[in-house]
């Protein structure tokens, strides 16, 4: 099961860009009371996909690359954890897809699916492997100035995920990574460089991947750094959130301040949603949904746009667990600072939900607890306090993840597998099969 999530970091993610700013486009407040959300169906015109949609496939730097010692690279927290744990080497990133030399060849596999996007990640690694930005290595920085010319030789644009999960070890060893306001410094600085050095190529950046996802799965002991045996708290989940959003708005105004008039890029923070309906028109439900929505993508985007964590969840937490300091609070410069941090709205949709409010339900039964994702996992979304009642793949996610299994690292695409805009609906159609980068990111 934990390889359904870890397969959906890589396959392809419909990206929306969805222009952010604040008090317009999102209305993420949840105190309205009267606010009852609109109920669209599928084939309402307003929801149409606009000819400007970006559709794009994106890549991990760990699970696709390999290569993980080559040309200088340094050890991440998946390498130092699966080598102490001598997992085989197709349970590892050891060697992956060989993306890091096969490059080519997947670039022209998502040309030939008419992508306009191909999105990959910065393995940290490769280009600062101790962590420490006095030690550069050269090798690893020209390995992506090759990967971007050759996406935009084939016509697609580069966008670049800065942080997809893999840091340098050296960073968890020394103060402790995303649990240490320190690690917000070490990003940001990581960060400076990758925008001074392929900014000028790059419109598109998302700061980090599915910053939610990636510290609930770490603080469970499902990603490394994380392992069961730590005995991390939920306390540890929201603050990994919270710095990976200060390191998210830091990069955001430096890059602002220092690169945006001459280079123009914008920059989005990238979640992942479970997209939560109400399983009934009744109120209880209603807000259910909202709060699953509010724990999930609000907790990334509310600090964002209005400066702070959105109410629901403060209130929801105290409620479940007194006045335990769980969610850490932004100063009152951050919650000047952070409105506006953000170019657009990067969301990872492979499921959608259909949720209930568990107070509803008999304590007895059992089935409450479990938060939209798949596995009962502590924290952010089982503190949402919802019932998942239908979990629905989008038709995408369900084609590539049926074939995983079968594709893995093929290279290859079989019968005629282009994405193609069905701009009557909010969907697209994948026939034929794909046979493109795929991860083996066991845990
Ligand atoms: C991984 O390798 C082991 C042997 O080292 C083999 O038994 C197993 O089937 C392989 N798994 C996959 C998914 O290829
Ligand atoms: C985690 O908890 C278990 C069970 O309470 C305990 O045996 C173990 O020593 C703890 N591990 C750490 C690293 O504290
Ligand atoms: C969550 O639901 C349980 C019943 O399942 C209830 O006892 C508890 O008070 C609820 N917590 C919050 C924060 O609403
Ligand atoms: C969801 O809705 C169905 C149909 O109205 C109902 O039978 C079911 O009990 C609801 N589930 C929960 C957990 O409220």
Not at 368 to 393: E, F, L, S
Not at 395 to 421: Q, S, W
Request: aromatic fraction near 10%.
């Amino acid at each position: 099961m934990v390889c359904s999530t870890a397969a959906a970091l890589v396959l392809v993610a419909a990206l929306a860009l969805v222009a952010a700013s604040p008090g317009r486009a999102l209305n993420l407040d949840t105190t309205g009371a009267d606010d009852v959300p609109e109920i669209v169906t599928e084939t309402d015109p307003k929801y149409q996909i606009p000819k400007s949609f970006l559709l794009g496939a994106g890549t991990a730097s760990y699970q696709t690359e390999g290569a993980w010692n080559k040309d200088g690279k340094g050890e991440n927290v998946f390498d130092y954890l699966y080598h102490k744990r001598n997992y085989p080497t197709n349970k590892t990133g050891d060697i992956a897809c060989n993306s890091y030399e096969r490059y080519e060849e997947d670039i022209k596999l998502a040309a030939q699916m008419k992508l306009d996007v191909y999105r990959f990640s910065i393995a940290w690694t490769r280009i600062f492997p101790n962590g420490d930005i006095a030690e550069k290595n050269e090798k690893g920085v020209q390995h992506y100035h090759n990967v971007i010319k050759t996406i935009k030789a084939n016509n697609m644009k580069p966008m670049v995920t800065i942080y997809q999960f893999d840091h340098p070890q050296a960073l968890e060893t020394k103060f402790g990574g995303w649990l240490s306001e320190q690690m917000v410094e070490a990003y940001v600085d990581f960060a400076d460089f990758v925008f001074s050095e392929y900014g000028s190529e790059i419109e598109h950046w998302v700061t980090i991947n599915e910053a939610n996802l990636h510290c609930t799965l770490v603080y469970n002991g499902l990603f490394p750094p994380g392992t069961r045996d730590a005995n991390h708290t939920v306390a540890d989940i929201y603050k990994c959130i919270h710095h990976e959003i200060l390191a998210h708005a830091t990069a955001y105004r430096l890059y602002e301040q220092k690169y945006k008039k001459e280079q123009g890029g914008l920059l989005g923070f990238g979640s992942v949603s479970y997209l939560a309906r109400p399983n009934s028109s009744e109120w209880d439900d209603i807000i259910a949904s909202d709060r699953t929505n509010m724990f999930d993508v609000g907790l990334l985007l509310h600090p964002l746009i209005y400066g702070d964590y959105p109410a629901v969840v403060k209130e929801t937490l105290k409620l479940a667990h007194g006045d335990e300091p769980f969610l850490p609070e932004f100063t009152e410069e951050q919650k000047q600072t952070l409105p506006g941090a953000i170019d657009f709205v990067a969301v990872n949709a492979y499921l959608a939900t259909i949720v209930a409010d568990r107070r509803k339900e008999d304590p007895n039964r059992g089935g409450g607890g479990r938060g939209p994702g798949m596995i009962p996992m502590k924290g952010v979304w089982t503190d949402a306090n919802v019932t998942t009642v239908v979990q629905d793949t989008s038709n995408i996610y369900a084609e590539v993840n049926t074939r995983v299994p079968t594709m893995h690292c093929k290279k290859k695409i079989e019968g005629d597998f282009t994405l193609k805009r069905d701009t009557t609906r909010r969907s697209f159609t994948a026939p034929g099969q794909i046979h493109f980068s795929t991860p083996p990111m066991g845990v």
